[in-house]
């Protein structure tokens, strides 16, 4: 079965450093999606991704983060400089269309701890 | 607006006993619902979803899950526990006026005593 993927799985950086999570979304999906659990706390939304380019965001997702799609697999998630409140759990997910219940398919996560 | 709240944020069972895990939400539109599963070191994965076809909605592994608009619920069942059950199970909601983007609850984490 399809799955996204996720890099990497765990990364420990330290408070300033630019960061960036990587997802493989599943191939025929045009919709991509960040969201984030810190420790805790419930799963919420950052921000989702058409067409090479931000369809909404949260506002969480302030001018610390960015999101790109730089070849035809890859879809990553970049926060420029970290601070200590980033450390979550970061969930990549893609979705075949934007249509209201369509299912979205998550990765395995990457858990970013900022010291 | 949309909201959900998932009622226990811990709910242990026997093993060959039913597991009940209750999930209110609110939305301001017609709601897609789902039921997402996480193992540990796992990802979230899609137990089944209600987006306005029969109330009563089968999913993976023996689940399943109701919809009732009057009491604004959609309560997750299986009538019989399973070891490899033990997990942390999200209840999660999308309107059709926030398109796609899904609301999760706080969590139900499952222990399955032998």
């Known amino acids: 079965e399809p799955e996204v993927t996720q890099t990497p799985s765990h990364q420990v950086t330290q408070m300033g450093q630019e960061v960036i999570l990587r997802c493989v979304p599943i191939?025929?999906?045009?919709?991509f999606y960040w969201y984030r659990q810190i420790l805790g706390q419930k799963v919420e939304f950052l921000v989702s991704?058409?067409?090479?380019?931000?369809?909404?965001k949260s506002e969480i997702f302030d001018d610390q983060f960015s999101v790109e799609r730089p070849d035809g697999s890859n879809f990553t998630l970049k926060i420029r400089s970290t601070k200590l409140e980033d450390s979550a759990m970061y969930f990549c997910?893609?979705?075949?269309?934007?249509?209201?219940?369509?299912?979205?398919?998550f990765g395995e996560g990457s858990w970013l701890t900022v010291v | 607006a949309q909201s959900v709240t998932q009622l226990d944020s811990h709910v242990s069972v026997s093993e060959g006993t039913p597991v009940l895990l209750r999930c209110n939400y609110s939305?301001?539109?017609?709601?897609?619902l789902f039921w997402y599963v996480q193992h540990p070191n796992k990802g979230l994965q899609l137990l089944l979803k209600?987006?306005?076809?029969?109330?009563l909605v089968k999913g993976i592994n023996g689940f399943e899950a109701e919809f009732k608009k009057s009491e604004t619920s959609f309560h997750l069942t299986k009538p019989s526990a399973h070891m490899s059950d033990a997990a942390e199970y999200f209840c999660?909601?999308?309107?059709?006026?926030?398109?796609?983007?899904?609301?999760f609850g706080g969590g139900t984490r499952v222990l399955v005593k032998p």
């Open positions: 997910a893609s979705g075949e269309t934007y249509t209201w219940g369509n299912t979205i398919y």
């Open positions: 191939s025929n999906h045009l919709y």
């Open positions: 991704f058409y067409n090479n380019e931000i369809s909404e």
């Open positions: 939305s301001s539109y017609s709601p897609s």
């Open positions: 209600y987006t306005s076809a029969a109330t």
């Open positions: 999660v909601v999308s309107g059709k006026a926030a398109g796609n983007k899904l609301t």
